[in-house]
């Protein structure tokens, strides 16, 4: 198999994050959705990243999808996320403001590259879902005391948090500042794991 994407984004990295935890073997194509999206299009006809190539053709696109699938895979004892109950809903919750946090970072990063003259209405907007994911998912971990969001082991909720926070770190660092201690402290644990240093790739803004 294979996974289409680069590691700037927080989604794919998210998704090379649990396919090395998990264990699966993968070949990683680097290719951009900018400069490469005519590589991408027979795979993603959206030209989107992640998309992950199976052994037998099959493609999968998203990575809410792909971890399902990964989940499914490896089974319930193994799968980084509840089958069912609270938990599991707490833990989609989690998920789903860290990659709408990841989204609206990335969605930033494309006004302010791509317009020469940024529209303010749009940035603004951008920026106070920004600040309101941040500050929600600050509230969540300032409560916790354990090492993950759910106890002693990692999550999907954890990568995709540390994902996101590294990016919107990266890309708008006026916005994730010192009112963010505890989750500072979230992506530091995550991010110094063996998996986090292997997986990683600098920012660089989207080519033409």
């Given at each position: ?143 916790i005391t354990t090492p993950y969001l759910f106890g002693e ?36 644990r995550c991010e110094a794991l063996p998996v986090f240093k ?11």
């Amino acid at each position: 198999m294979f996974l289409i994407g680069q590691y700037d984004s927080p989604f794919v990295r998210r998704t090379a994050i649990a396919l090395k935890l998990y264990g699966f073997n993968f070949q990683h194509k680097p290719w951009s959705t900018f400069g490469d999206a005519e590589l991408i299009a027979p795979y993603n006809p959206l030209r989107r990243v992640p998309t992950l190539v199976l052994d037998d053709g099959e493609a999968l696109i998203d990575s809410a999808a792909i971890l399902d699938y990964l989940d499914e895979t490896v089974g319930t004892e193994r799968a980084m996320l509840p089958a069912k109950g609270q938990e599991r809903r707490h833990q989609f919750r989690i998920c789903a403001i860290a990659t709408g946090l990841g989204d609206k970072s990335v969605s930033l990063v494309y006004e302010s590259v791509l317009r020469k003259e940024q529209l303010k209405l749009w940035v603004d907007r951008c920026e106070a879902q920004i600040t309101g994911a941040l500050d929600a998912l600050e509230k969540e971990r300032s409560t916790i005391t354990t090492p993950y969001l759910f106890g002693e082991r990692i999550g999907h909720s954890d990568i995709a948090v540390a994902c996101a926070l590294r990016f919107t770190g990266e890309a708008h660092p006026h916005l994730f500042d010192h009112r963010y201690q505890a989750l500072k402290a979230h992506a530091e644990r995550c991010e110094a794991l063996p998996v986090f240093k292997e997986i990683v790739q600098p920012l660089a803004p989207p080519k033409g």
